[in-house]
């Protein structure tokens, strides 16, 4: 299990290996304390372990964009792709 603090006041989020209809898969879940409940949500992302690799390179790819166009004074660099990254 993977745990990413967290910071800035944004949720903690979990990523563990899983089983899901079958298929060792990523379990991705944000964790919610609340003063009725805590724990994680029943929302998450399963992700095929097969596909973990590329989910974290697109994953990179889209946080160097925006961090790029956060940072960056040229107006070409600022712009990013409205269309999502998707993993087959």
Known sequence: MVVLDPSDGLEE???QKSRFRGLDTLDTRTGVETPNCGGFTRKGVNTPVEKGEELAQKILKVVKE????????????SQISQAPHRVR
């Open 66 to 77: 925006l961090w790029h166009a956060q940072h960056s004074t040229s107006p070409s660099c």
């Open 13 to 15: 989020v979990v990523i």
